[in-house]
T-cell receptor, first 111, second 113 residues
């Protein structure tokens, strides 16, 4: 089955710097890769996603890149702000369309 | 908010109690999900419903019993739980079961004493 690994588990960045979170997956049939942001006391919020026919997608300060050959995808946050502090999860669909999640990255943006 | 609501937000129950978690989605979706979120672990899929029919039971113990009376409402009935069942229980919905664009509720923080 699908196995999604996410790194790093914690990431501390200075406000204004960029943050990058990387995920790898194992199922070559995976075709959908969402990213979720979870703030304290809230449920995961879908912030961006990418499908396998696209290599990169950008939405304001966040972007996702996908390398299907290497089976990895990354989340990039530019010009980080304190409100970007949260836990971020990557996910990938398995062969049956079920989402398999990474273990999460705690991002802390310090002023 | 995402259009998915969950009640209660917090629940403390003893091992012999029976309680229910409720989820409602206002997005017109056809698929609904229960996930379990434990500290430092990936989200675990528990159940999937599509058009009110259960399509996935991810080897969940029978002390968790889901119910989906219609495409907008989902329940999780709990009885004789164990302390290791303490976790955040998340409901999600999507247009279909393709895996695309799942939207989550805020979760119910469950503590079993």
């Amino acid at each position: 089955g699908e196995n999604v690994e996410q790194h790093p588990s914690t990431l501390s960045v200075q406000e204004g710097d960029s943050a990058v979170i990387k995920c790898t997956y194992s199922d070559s049939a995976s075709n959908y890769f969402p990213w979720y942001k979870q703030e304290l006391g809230k449920g995961p919020q879908l912030i961006i996603d990418i499908r396998s026919n696209v290599g990169e997608k950008k939405d304001q300060r966040i972007a996702v890149t996908l390398n299907k050959t290497a089976k990895h995808f990354s989340l990039h946050i530019t010009e980080t702000q304190p409100e970007d502090s949260a836990v971020y999860f990557c996910a990938a669909t398995d062969s049956w369309g079920k989402l398999q999640f990474g273990a999460g990255t705690q991002v802390v943006v310090t002023p | 908010e995402t259009g998915v609501t969950q009640t209660p937000r917090h629940l403390v129950m003893g091992m012999t109690n029976k309680k229910s978690l409720k989820c409602e989605q206002h997005l017109g979706h056809n698929a609904m999900y229960w996930y379990k979120q434990s500290a430092k672990k990936p989200l675990e899929l528990m159940f999937v419903y599509n058009f009110k029919e259960q399509t996935e039971n991810n080897s969940v113990p029978s002390r968790f019993s889901p119910e989906c009376p219609n495409s907008s409402h989902l329940f999780l009935h709990l009885h004789t739980l164990q302390p290791e069942d303490s976790a955040l229980y998340l409901c999600a919905s999507s247009q279909d079961t393709s895996g695309y664009e799942q939207y989550f509720g805020p979760g119910t923080r469950l503590t079993v004493t």
